[in-house]
Each structure stands twice: as C-alpha cells, then as structure tokens.
C-alpha cells in the first residue's frame, strides 16, 4: 500500500508538472479568445482527472485545480468568445466573462463527478440512512442531524463571502501558503492521533459511530471545515482533522467526511450552476461538461475506495509532506 501511495503522490507530481506543455495559446491583449480553444476535451480531461483524484484526498483539489488552471493558461481575464463565434460571454451584470471566471466555474460543476463516486462508493449507507429518516429511525436521523449541523457554518460563510474568496485567494501562492500551514496542522494532529493509540487511549475512539456523535462535536467539524474555504486548506484535510479533535477514529473520521462532502459539494455546484448556468454553456458546453464530470467520477472513485483504509492503517503525515513538497514547487515556479 506504501508503494501505491508514493507512485500515487509522485504521479500528480508530475502531471502538474508537466501540465504547461499543453498550455493554451491566448490572443493578443484585449482580443477575445474562443471558448473552443480553451475549453477543448482535453482540458476538460485533465480537469476532471485532477479534480477526481484529489477531492476527497487532503490536498485539496479546489488548490490544485487553481494551479492546474494556472498551467494550462486558465487563469487570464481575457474574455471568452462564445462556442460557435455567437460574440463575447457576458456576466449577469453585462461585464465579460473571462477566461478565469469560465475555469473556476468549470472546477465547480465537474465536482459533481466526484459527489456521484462518493454516492455509488457509499450507496446503501446513503440509501440506508435516507429510508430510515423516512422510518423515523432515531439513528438515521441523528446521522442526518450531525451532517446538516456540520454543514451549516462553512456554507453560511461561503454564500457571504465567496465572491471575496475567489477574488483574493483563488492564486497559485495563496495556495501554497494554505498547503504548508494545513500540512503543519496535519503533522500535530496525527501525531496526536498516534501518540493516544500507542496508549491505549483511542479505544472510544474506535467503537464511536456517526450517528453517535453529539451536537457539538458535529459542530467541532463543520467549524474547522470553514478553514477549507481558503483555497489550499482542503475540505477533507479540515473535516478528517475535526474528526479526529471530535473523538472519531481515523476510519469513522474519513467517512464523515466523504458523507458530509456529498452535502457541501452539491451545495456549492448547485449554487454556482444557477449563478452563471447561461455563461457555463456558452463557455465549454454539455459535451465538454460530461467529458469533465465523467473523468472526475471514475478517478474519484478509484481514490476512495483505498483512502479509507490508507489513513486508517498509516495516518496523514504522507499527505503533509506532498503538500509541502507542492508548495515548494508552486513558489519556485510563481517567483522565477
């Protein structure tokens, strides 16, 4: 499993890496640039690999789509002609939509890739947990009540200030910083994690389910789940560390995180689709959307179904140590 997760670490390494080979070429200042120049199925498949692989892994992938975006040259304000030269892309407000604007769009919607491999990875406890609310199992609805309380403070902030977020911190170097101060968070935390279970003391830990969890240990992680909402910080990084500050064991930690990203990332791609749905499909269209949300499902998928169990036997510090390895290499590149 070891050597899974160095070939693992080491292969978006150098995807990342390599991504500016296949940056695109932008017109000149001021020109706009057609949006099947851009977004092409080519980029729509390294997009969705990126994001599937990385959305439930504590890395962030909303950080590593703004660098993957940043290589491809997605990062620009040049306006978007849209597909089939029918003018320029506008906002709600009649400003154009640039190229910028399109990508974080984009990184967006394919996440519902990632929620539907979550949904099918997890179908019958999702299915079990919905037939029971409709039961009124007092299981099932406490297992809703912690997810809903651990959703509510991070979405309550994103509807506030998301247009702030993305306007200060959606950059390759705010994203570095945020990697290296939750890598160091992961550190302490994990080696916490491990110093209790060589003492015994994790045995509550280990026989504490989801539903088990009381309001304000919910609350502990939808609080530290507002510290993903600075791009680099990762959603799964700060829910998997609440978890364990809640009392959950490393497995029942990872696991309410993937439940609970089911509700905060279809919150997010569902607010962000009917923000700018219009400008969605003239920017990259159906078919380029379902190359994106095809490819993140399938690599998603595949993340899950080992990360359980990856964190459960070996801890956090691996992921730590590729955040600090990518933050390195994101300044370097930022400042040569």
């Not at 849209?82 to 990508?103: C, L, M, Q, T």
């Not at 029971?132 to 997810?147: F, Y």
């Amino acid at each position: 499993m070891l050597g899974v997760m160095r070939k693992f670490l080491a292969s978006v390494c150098l995807a990342l890496t390599c991504l500016s080979v296949g940056a695109a070429e932008l017109p000149e200042a001021g020109k706009p640039v057609p949006a099947e120049t851009v977004f092409d199925a080519k980029n729509a498949a390294i997009l969705g690999v990126v994001e599937g692989l990385t959305e439930y892994l504590p890395v962030s992938s909303t950080g590593h789509l703004i660098l993957t975006n940043a290589a491809l040259g997605l990062d620009t304000d040049t306006a978007v002609e849209a597909r089939g030269g029918n003018g320029i892309v506008r906002d709600r407000d009649g400003s154009p939509f640039s190229v910028k604007e399109a990508a974080d769009a984009y990184s967006i919607i394919i996440q519902f890739g990632a929620i539907l491999a979550v949904l099918f990875a997890y179908w019958k406890r999702c299915t079990g947990t919905l037939v029971g609310v409709l039961r009124r199992d007092p299981a099932s609805w406490r297992l809703s009540r912690n997810l809903i309380v651990a959703f509510v403070p991070a979405a309550g902030l994103g509807f506030l200030f998301s247009d702030a977020i993305e306007t200060f911190l959606f950059n390759p170097v705010t994203v570095a910083v945020a990697l290296i101060i939750g890598g160091v968070l992961m550190l302490v935390v994990d080696k916490r994690q491990k110093t209790r279970a060589a003492l015994g003391e994790d045995t509550a830990a280990a026989a504490l389910d989801l539903q088990d969890l009381t309001v304000n240990q919910s609350l502990t992680i939808g609080l530290m789940q507002c510290i993903a909402l600075w791009p680099g910080m990762s959603r799964s990084m700060a829910t998997i560390v609440g978890g364990y500050v809640a009392g959950l064991s490393p497995r029942r930690a990872t696991e309410f995180s993937f439940l609970l990203g089911l509700i905060t990332l279809s919150a997010a791609s569902i607010y962000k689709t009917l923000k700018c749905a219009p400008q969605m499909l003239e920017s990259f269209g159906v078919s380029v959307s379902c190359i994106g949300l095809a490819v993140a499902f399938v690599a998603a998928f595949a993340s899950v179904k080992w990360m359980v169990d990856w964190i459960s036997k070996h801890g956090l510090s691996a992921f730590a140590w590729y955040r600090f390895a990518l933050a390195a290499a994101v300044l370097v590149w930022a400042w040569v």
